[in-house]
């Protein structure tokens, strides 16, 4: 389904897809909710107003992004792609081998 600006403008957004297994997609997210962290800290602290307004806009572009990428990678993978941990690959292997 096309988007409402898509069809404003009656031009078709060019897309991608993508395969990712599980790996993929949980280093995808915790790279996005990391952006998000620091752009926070940026609208935050920052005392030029242009830069945090700047920041404040992208910022909620990479919210409606992250959402949905998050939502994706639930229905496809699973609540433990939510988990973020630095065990080792072998161990969080076994781990997501035996709750598969």
Same mark, same amino acid.
């Given at each position: 389904?096309?988007?409402?600006? !898509?069809?404003? $403008?009656?031009?078709? *957004?060019? $897309?991608? /897809?993508?395969?990712?297994? @599980?790996?993929?997609?949980?280093?995808? %997210?915790?790279?996005?909710?990391? %952006?998000?962290?620091?752009?926070? @800290?940026?609208?935050? /602290?920052?005392?030029?107003?242009?830069?945090? !307004?700047? $920041? !404040?806009? $992208?910022?909620?572009?990479?919210?409606?992004?992250?959402?949905?990428?998050?939502?994706?990678?639930?229905?496809?993978?699973? *609540?433990?792609?939510?988990?973020?941990?630095?065990? *080792?690959?072998?161990?969080?292997?076994?781990?997501?081998?035996? /709750? @598969?």
């Amino acid at each position: 389904m096309l988007s409402k600006p !898509a069809l404003q $403008t009656g031009k078709v *957004p060019k $897309t991608m /897809n993508i395969g990712l297994d @599980a790996w993929r997609a949980q280093d995808i %997210l915790e790279a996005l909710y990391s %952006l998000e962290s620091q752009w926070t @800290a940026i609208i935050q /602290n920052s005392t030029d107003e242009d830069v945090a !307004a700047t $920041t !404040a806009t $992208t910022f909620a572009q990479l919210q409606i992004l992250r959402e949905g990428f998050e939502d994706a990678a639930l229905k496809a993978f699973g *609540p433990h792609v939510k988990e973020f941990s630095r065990e *080792p690959f072998v161990v969080a292997s076994k781990r997501l081998k035996q /709750n @598969a």
